[in-house]
């Protein structure tokens, strides 16, 4: 990712430390994953993370009212954070092993995949509580139908 800060000073962003999973993180300057590695069905998870590194790992489930998150799904993943004031942006990088697919909570992966293979996938970024940018064209971030095919090579 990298976020552009055009029309603020980019000491202006929030983000702060905290614990693994809390939803305060959704009231800060966030990016956003969302990958569906088997686009036939509905499991996917929700990748979230701040300026500051700090992470949110959900499942989303679908209920009649909306979405509920499962928060037991807790895989190693990484982050990495570059901050450049000088060209008013933020750079993000993240890294999610293929075995944290085939976790206790969230087991959606049975072989890693193969070139050809396809995935969905959506990226988001938030600004304090607002869905600012995607890579697709949607209503909302968990809008499915619009993500955008991840092929391997």
Same mark, same amino acid.
């Given at each position: 990712?990298?976020?552009?800060?055009?029309?603020?000073?980019?000491?202006?962003?929030?983000?702060?430390?905290?614990?693994?999973?809390?939803?305060?993180?959704?009231?800060?300057?966030?990016?956003?994953?969302?990958?569906?590695?088997?686009?036939?069905?509905?499991?996917?998870?929700?990748?979230?993370?701040?300026?500051? /590194?700090?992470?949110?790992?959900?499942?989303?489930?679908?209920?009649?009212?909306?979405?509920?998150?499962?928060?037991?799904?807790?895989?190693?993943?990484?982050?990495?954070?570059?901050?450049?004031?000088?060209?008013?942006?933020?750079?993000?990088?993240?890294?999610?092993?293929?075995?944290?697919?085939?976790?206790?909570?969230?087991?959606?992966?049975?072989?890693?995949?193969?070139? /050809?293979?396809?995935?969905?996938?959506?990226?988001?970024?938030?600004?304090?509580?607002?869905?600012?940018?995607?890579?697709?064209?949607?209503?909302?971030?968990?809008?499915?139908?619009?993500?955008?095919?991840?092929?391997?090579?």
């Amino acid at each position: 990712f990298t976020c552009e800060e055009p029309d603020m000073r980019i000491d202006s962003i929030v983000g702060s430390e905290g614990p693994r999973d809390a939803f305060s993180i959704f009231n800060e300057d966030i990016l956003e994953i969302f990958l569906q590695p088997d686009p036939k069905k509905y499991d996917y998870c929700h990748l979230v993370f701040n300026v500051a /590194g700090r992470i949110t790992d959900l499942i989303p489930k679908k209920m009649p009212w909306g979405y509920a998150n499962v928060t037991k799904w807790n895989p190693t993943w990484k982050v990495k954070i570059r901050i450049d004031t000088k060209a008013s942006r933020w750079t993000a990088e993240a890294a999610l092993p293929f075995d944290a697919l085939r976790d206790e909570h969230f087991n959606v992966l049975q072989k890693n995949p193969a070139k /050809g293979d396809v995935w969905k996938i959506n990226l988001g970024r938030e600004r304090r509580t607002m869905e600012y940018s995607a890579i697709t064209v949607l209503k909302n971030f968990h809008e499915r139908a619009s993500y955008r095919e991840l092929v391997f090579e």
